[in-house]
């Protein structure tokens, strides 16, 4: 079964949320209705960005990557690709 990396954006709250799944669209679902604590206040979000990964561990070492950049302009520069 293949995972996602994802990056979600609220043009609401003009934010990018990163996040991993195996069910991209049920996690959007759960996103924005309001299920998941961080995401409740930028209903609606979009996906923006996906990468697959063949195996789960990867998915999540692709998405602390992300993160750990801390940047605006990195996830940007993904989006322009």
Not at 34 to 48: A, N
């Amino acid at each position: 079964m293949p995972y996602y990396l994802y990056i979600l954006y609220s043009a609401k709250i003009d934010r990018y949320y990163v996040g991993s799944t195996s069910n991209l669209s049920d996690r959007l679902h759960r996103h924005n209705t309001g299920r998941s604590k961080y995401t409740k206040r930028g209903i609606p979000w979009e996906v923006v960005y996906t990468e697959s990964f063949p195996d789960r561990p990867a998915a999540v070492r692709r998405e602390r990557e992300i993160k750990k950049k801390k940047s605006r302009v990195y996830v940007e520069g993904l989006l322009k690709r």
